[in-house]
T-cell receptor, first 112, second 113 residues
């Protein structure tokens, strides 16, 4: 089954404790991206990747890092999480940046 | 950069027709997407328009006018399960040649009996 898998689905943690949200897709898609979704603000792009080893900042990259060492994986790293990063995060992939995106089920992060 | 505008909330009656509008300003338009997102779930792709005109897919249709920076999503024969948020996303080719989609804030549609 074609899918985008994110882990964990839920996480409550504390300020400053490094965390990684994993994202994996099995569709051989070149394009992958991370979004955060906050009430009243909609989906905002954090980082995106056009292909392996090619990543770029989206609209809200501060406080986040990503890597794309393999085509299927695109982890999101919060080196020193802060409460303002409490949000619902979605990973997505597509055949290209201008193609329909397939979204993971989301990760709800709470930073205390 | 882009400016994407869509109504925050709409209500409609089961069985009726509803039109959700999306207006945008962009410097290098290269396509417009509509996604559906049920509460607590991931967005799912509904439609894509890159040329002017109407694209029909069953009960859902999407229209685009590039000269007016305007699109709408038309939902016919509304069902209770159509209650969801509808996201308009515009692909902008101005970002260094890469076409990166930007999402509007979404329109929450409530269908009542």
């Amino acid at each position: 089954e074609a899918q985008v898998t994110q882990n964990p689905r839920y996480l409550i943690t504390v300020t400053g404790k490094k965390l990684t949200v994993t994202c994996s897709q099995n569709m051989n898609h070149e394009y992958m991206s991370w979004y955060r979704q906050d009430p009243g603000l909609g989906l905002r792009q954090i980082y995106y990747s056009m292909n392996v080893e090619v990543t770029d900042k989206g609209d809200v990259p501060e406080g986040y890092k990503v890597s794309r060492k393999e085509k299927r994986n695109f982890p999101l790293i919060l080196e020193s999480p802060s409460p303002n990063q409490t949000s619902l995060y979605f990973c997505a992939s597509g055949r290209g940046s201008n193609q329909p995106q397939h979204f993971g089920d989301g990760t709800r992060l709470s930073i205390l | 950069g882009q400016n994407i505008d869509q109504p925050t909330e709409m209500t409609a009656t089961e069985g009726a027709i509803v039109q959700i509008n999306c207006t945008y300003q962009t410097s290098g338009f290269n396509g417009l997407f509509w996604y559906q997102q049920h509460a607590g779930e991931a967005p799912t792709f509904l439609s894509y328009n890159v040329l002017d005109g109407l694209e029909e897919k069953g009960r859902f249709s999407s229209f685009l006018s590039r000269s007016k920076g305007y699109s709408y999503l038309l939902l016919k024969e509304l069902q209770m399960k159509d209650s969801a948020s509808y996201l308009c996303a515009v692909s902008d080719g101005a970002t260094g040649g890469s076409y990166i989609p930007t999402f509007g804030r979404g329109t929450s549609l409530i269908v009542h009996p």
